[in-house]
């Protein structure tokens, strides 16, 4: 199962996306639901020296590209929940329920809503325990879950081009 992330509302707060998915087997794209983030800093996978330097602790979103997704134990949540793994710069990052930027330090808030006006997802939980049920189903079956993040490139342009 491919997870994808697309970024589109940029502000220096939270950055908020659609979360759509890609099933084994299938090349038809499944929207599922939005995303909130903290602020896309421009970061890219393929650069670490860059992640490095133009990541702000617990402030920045993680950098666009693909990751392996595995359900780890977590000592925060008591439970195993989907960490995004070998993120250049970021430790501990995971997919987990909340609603705007305050309540992630850089992991990935899923939900079924979007309120743009607040800059959060809505009914999170419903979201990420869907989530948690989809990915342990695909680790059961041994197949591989990842997580592609990328920008839509007129959103993207248009927030880094603002103050131009």
Not at 2 to 23: C, H, M, Q, W
Not at 109 to 120: C, E, K, Q
Not at 128 to 138: G, Q, S
Request: hydrophobic share 45%; aromatic share 8%.
């Amino acid at each position: 199962m491919r997870l994808l992330l697309t970024r589109n509302l940029f502000s220096g707060e939270a950055t908020l996306g659609t979360l759509s998915i890609v099933y084994a087997g299938s090349d038809e794209v499944k929207p599922f639901g939005f995303s909130c983030e903290d602020t896309d800093r421009g970061l890219d996978q393929v650069d670490p020296a860059g992640c490095i330097a133009g990541k702000v602790a617990g402030l920045t979103a993680i950098p666009v590209g693909t990751y392996r997704v595995a359900l780890t134990w977590s000592p925060k949540y008591v439970r195993k929940v989907p960490e995004v793994l070998a993120v250049p710069a970021f430790r501990g990052i995971r997919i987990h329920s909340g609603n705007d930027a305050d309540d992630t330090e850089g992991c990935i808030l899923p939900g079924l809503d979007l309120d743009a006006a607040w800059w959060r997802v809505l009914r999170s939980r419903l979201a990420a325990a869907w989530l948690d049920r989809e990915i342990a189903a695909c680790e059961e079956r041994g197949e591989l879950v990842t997580l592609e993040i990328r920008r839509d490139p007129t959103a993207w342009h248009a927030w880094v081009g603002r103050s131009v």
